[in-house]
């Protein structure tokens, strides 16, 4: 019997695939659609400001036509029953983590239903369509706001609670995220070095498989639901 203390769960749009939302680098992924150069670097923003708007809103238009699936609820459901901490650590934007009930979150790569203000730093949530003429609800300025989600050239947010936190896991689960991007495709590494039990739930193996101790593949309404069902009846043991 295997209880931990304190679990880590990076996830990332594999998760959200089975809900309807495109993965980035799949066939057919989201960047395989739009050029990332263009529309998720501030220098993008800053050139063209209205193309950048506009791929955020047809992506926050699109979040709210799906719904959570069953891997979102099985995490939410292993935060709630679990004896150990639970903290779900995500790279995804969509929110569909928090509509399955999950609250120990960190969003790493920022939230769609945010706004950020370059003239006075609020963050707000924003559910419309934004341009170049939405009013910051903070200090009332125009021109201001952007999405508040992280894009290629920032840090992503929370780093140092995140480090923290993967020195102290004794079981780190990735799932549906294929690695590809610092500094989450590292966090395997670090819990490793922590000494935790690590393990890649995925649909397939992905390139940074070998760093994992063990690994579970198959949709992740599927394999998620499963793997946690497992660590939950160990728990109650
Ligand atoms: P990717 O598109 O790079 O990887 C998605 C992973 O999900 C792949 O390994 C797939 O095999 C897996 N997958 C696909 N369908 C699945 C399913 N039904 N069940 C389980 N796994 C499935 O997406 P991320 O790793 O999340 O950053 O990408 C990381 C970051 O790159 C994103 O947060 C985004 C992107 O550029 C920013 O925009 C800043």
Same mark, same amino acid.
């Given at each position: 019997?295997?209880?931990?203390?304190?679990?880590?769960?990076?996830?990332?749009?594999?998760?959200?695939?089975?809900?309807?939302?495109?993965?980035?680098?799949?066939?057919?992924?989201?960047?395989?659609?739009?050029?990332?150069?263009?529309?998720?670097?501030?220098?993008?923003?800053?050139?063209?400001?209205? !193309?950048?708007?506009?791929?955020?809103?047809?992506?926050?238009?699109?979040?709210?036509?799906?719904?959570?699936?069953?891997?979102?609820?099985? !995490?939410?459901?292993?935060?709630?029953?679990?004896?150990?901490? %639970?903290?779900?650590?995500?790279?995804?934007?969509?929110?569909?983590?928090?509509?399955?009930?999950?609250?120990?979150?960190?969003?790493?790569?920022?939230?769609?239903?945010?706004?950020?203000?370059?003239?006075?730093?609020?963050?707000?949530?924003?559910?419309?369509?934004?341009?170049?003429?939405?009013?910051?609800?903070?200090?009332?300025?125009?021109?201001?706001?952007?999405?508040? %989600?992280?894009?290629?050239?920032?840090?992503?947010?929370?780093?140092?609670?995140?480090?923290? !936190?993967?020195?102290?896991?004794?079981?780190? %689960?990735?799932?549906?995220?294929?690695?590809?991007?610092?500094?989450?495709?590292?966090?395997?590494?670090?819990?490793?070095?922590?000494?935790?039990?690590?393990?890649?739930?995925?649909?397939?193996?992905?390139?940074?498989?070998?760093?994992?101790?063990?690994?579970?593949?198959?949709?992740?309404?599927?394999?998620?639901?499963?793997?946690?069902?497992?660590?939950?009846?160990?728990?109650?043991?």
């Amino acid at each position: 019997m295997t209880v931990y203390r304190n679990v880590v769960i990076l996830t990332g749009a594999g998760i959200s695939a089975e809900s309807g939302l495109d993965t980035f680098r799949d066939k057919g992924g989201i960047w395989e659609k739009y050029d990332l150069m263009e529309l998720a670097t501030p220098e993008a923003f800053a050139q063209n400001p209205d !193309l950048v708007h506009e791929f955020y809103n047809l992506r926050r238009a699109g979040v709210k036509k799906v719904d959570p699936n069953a891997a979102h609820y099985a !995490l939410a459901r292993l935060e709630e029953k679990y004896s150990g901490e %639970i903290t779900v650590v995500t790279q995804n934007v969509d929110g569909l983590h928090e509509r399955a009930g999950s609250k120990n979150m960190l969003h790493m790569h920022g939230e769609l239903n945010k706004v950020r203000c370059g003239a006075c730093g609020a963050v707000r949530f924003w559910s419309d369509d934004l341009s170049r003429a939405s009013v910051c609800p903070c200090c009332g300025q125009a021109k201001h706001l952007r999405p508040h %989600i992280v894009w290629f050239g920032e840090v992503p947010f929370h780093m140092d609670e995140i480090d923290g !936190l993967l020195q102290q896991c004794d079981l780190f %689960i990735s799932i549906g995220t294929s690695g590809s991007v610092y500094p989450a495709a590292g966090f395997v590494q670090i819990a490793t070095e922590y000494g935790a039990e690590t393990v890649e739930l995925n649909l397939v193996p992905s390139d940074g498989k070998n760093l994992f101790a063990t690994g579970c593949y198959g949709r992740a309404t599927e394999v998620v639901p499963d793997y946690i069902a497992e660590l939950v009846r160990q728990d109650e043991m």
